[in-house]
């Protein structure tokens, strides 16, 4: 972690910073643009999966593009070599979805990065099967935001309530006022509490 950022976290919350020392190192890393799209359908394929699961399931995926996923790949496959990779029907809709929006310029990811937080998430939510989690993971993992904060996110919920010591799960409001004290850093926060629940 750059040290600016524990610093930060010194300076505006102890507990946090102390699970930050604890958990050694935590980097924020992000992709190039020609791999948006790779990271898309993975996040499309993890929703309310394992970790395990949804690794095993992409590297099928993958390797059905031959190591490589792109539109072109994507719309080349039937539905059932989709399907047959472990992925749900609907989750095969999505994904011959996202091929084609990308393919037909409809959405085009590599200028995702000249926007805004918020635009971004507005501009994926419009695509069928990704939702503010998903476009939030793409902020933090494909973009390298460094202050997103994902409220959907019942591991991040739970990390909370287990470092701060809540007896059920903290309200969003609750959430809101610790979480709000990370900014500009709150995607470091995430990891952190990430590998909490690890």
């Given at each position: 972690m750059k040290p600016k950022v524990l610093s930060h976290f010194r300076k505006v919350d102890p507990i946090l910073a102390s699970a930050a020392e604890k958990m050694g190192k935590v980097e924020l890393k992000w992709r190039q643009a020609e791999d948006f799209f790779a990271a898309l359908c993975g996040a499309i394929v993890g929703q309310q999966l394992s970790d395990k699961v949804a690794e095993i399931i992409y590297a099928r995926l993958e390797?059905?593009?031959k190591g490589k996923l792109s539109p072109d790949i994507i719309l080349k496959l039937s539905d059932q070599k989709l399907r047959d990779t472990g992925v749900s029907w609907s989750k095969v809709k999505?994904?011959?979805n996202l091929a084609e929006k990308v393919k037909s310029r409809k959405i085009e990811l590599k200028k995702?990065?000249?926007?805004?937080?918020?635009?971004v998430i507005t501009e994926l939510v419009k695509l069928h099967g990704i939702g503010p989690w998903t476009a939030e993971m793409f902020l933090m993992f494909s973009l390298g935001r460094e202050d997103v904060f994902s409220y959907g996110?019942?591991?991040?919920r739970r990390a909370i309530q287990k470092l701060y010591g809540f007896k059920k799960e903290p309200t969003k409001k609750q959430i809101e006022k610790i979480a709000g004290k990370w900014s500009p850093y709150r995607t470091y926060a995430?990891?952190?509490?990430?590998?909490i629940m690890d």
């Open positions: 390797k059905l593009g999505f994904i011959k995702l990065t000249e926007l805004e937080d918020e635009l996110d019942l591991g991040l995430c990891l952190v509490l990430w590998k």
